[in-house]
């Protein structure tokens, strides 16, 4: 069959496919007999009797089928129109054939599953603080673009890493819900990177709820970014450089309608954050398969000990048990929690008292009816002039220009 012609019948026409290699049997076990069944022992199911004695049935027509596609998945054009049943256990037996850990095929099988099946494959990823792979599996992980909820937290992104491109521009900004970015290192100027597509093509995170960018140097200015927002109901802003105050209540409130929550949120609790789909063990395989690189290992133990030779044990500690950014402590977590949302529509804000409220009490109330009048006919007037005013707030500074110019 390998050096056969292959046919395929498409739309009612009969064609023939050049140029595709098929996959080869695997090895198999040694065996010295000269059956022909030998080779395809993968077509036989192998059990025992009641006596003890060996017995083998055939598999059936399908399961063959299925296996053969799962071992040539890389030529396989389209499985847009397959019944969910039949994408599952073809997913199932090229996972089970490891297909996914080859990462030449890996990202061509895995865009083909993501076209079909979409959040089925994989709708939340956390990758909390497992850098090392989000880099070596890049280009697999943005072939999961139907993604509700994805935990970014400790990654090292820094400021200018390829994925916000992805965040931003890919299907993925239609569909993601909630994204932890949190202790990455991420500045004011990352954070205008990251939205800068969303300010100045008006798309993208459309439907972006939940937002965390806690343990991050970021400053109150690193604020307005998020006006471009539209959806943004909760945020996450612990540990950063923000204090809490009446100040940053108002600023927040003003820019993105949200207020100060006492309690802390569950929504933007990362224990609720976890990696579910059908890839969810081909991820579980792609960290074991990186843990167990010997050759990295003898690599850093022959580092650590050359420069432990020249009188350098504190830096190589302080570089090995490196860390990314978190909280040192339970309790410091529960006490500095800063989490804001947006409260309900007929949900009152309660406002503090001010010294100008109070003096406008004491007036006569035909003032007071004068300055509602007034006030009313103003707010009538940024009513209508707020949409004007909402179009030019997002107008191009020089940064932006500079980012702009870059993509």
């Known amino acids: 069959m390998d050096n056969s012609t292959i046919y395929v019948r498409e739309r009612g026409n009969l064609r023939r496919v050049s140029d595709i290699v098929l996959a080869q049997p695997r090895p198999v076990s040694s065996c010295r007999r000269t059956n022909p069944f030998v080779l395809r022992k993968e077509h036989f199911i192998f059990t025992y009797n009641a006596e003890g004695s060996l017995r083998y049935t055939t598999k ?47 990202p061509k099988a895995l865009q083909l599953f993501s076209d079909a099946y979409g959040e089925m494959v994989l709708g939340s990823l956390c990758l909390r603080n497992r850098f090392p792979l989000l880099h070596e599996r890049m280009d697999e992980i943005k072939t999961f673009h139907s993604l509700k909820s994805l935990d970014l937290f400790g990654c090292r992104l820094g400021d200018d890493h390829e994925i916000f491109l992805h965040l931003t521009s890919s299907p993925l900004s239609s569909s993601l819900i909630q994204l932890f970015i949190g202790g990455n290192s991420l500045s004011d100027v990352g954070l205008q990177r990251l939205t800068a597509p969303i300010r100045m093509m008006r798309k993208g995170l459309d439907c972006l709820q939940f937002l965390d960018v806690s343990y991050n140097p970021i400053s109150e200015r690193a604020l307005r970014y998020l006006t471009c927002l539209p959806k943004l109901e909760k945020l996450d802003i612990s540990g950063t450089s923000l204090k809490l105050g009446t100040a940053l209540k108002t ?8 207020i100060y929550s006492e309690k802390p949120l569950d929504a933007l609790d990362h224990s609720r954050c976890k990696t579910q789909g059908w890839a969810e063990q081909v991820v579980n395989q792609w960290e074991t398969n990186s843990s167990q690189m010997l050759k990295q290992k003898k690599i850093d133990e022959s ?17 090995l048990n490196a860390a990314p950014l978190v909280c040192e402590s339970e309790e410091e977590a529960k006490t500095e929690r800063l989490h804001f949302y947006r409260p309900a529509a007929n949900s009152h804000i309660p406002e503090k008292q001010t010294p100008s409220t109070a003096a406008t009490q004491a007036m006569p109330s035909w003032i007071n009816v004068k300055k509602r009048q007034r006030q009313s006919e103003r707010c009538d007037s940024l009513h209508q002039d707020r949409p004007t005013k909402r179009l030019s707030s997002p107008s191009l500074t020089a940064e932006d220009i500079d980012l702009l110019n870059s993509y």
């Open 60 to 106: 059936s027509l399908f399961d063959i089928t299925l296996l053969f596609v799962a071992d040539n998945i890389h030529h396989v054009d389209s499985l847009v129109g397959f019944p969910e049943q039949i994408g599952d256990r073809l997913f199932a037996a090229a996972e089970e054939n490891r297909v996914f850990l080859n990462a030449d095929v890996s």
């Open 251 to 258: 600023n927040i409130r003003d820019l993105l309608g949200l």
């Open 303 to 319: 580092r650590t000990s050359a420069l432990r030779f020249f009188g350098r044990q504190k830096f190589v500690r302080d570089v």
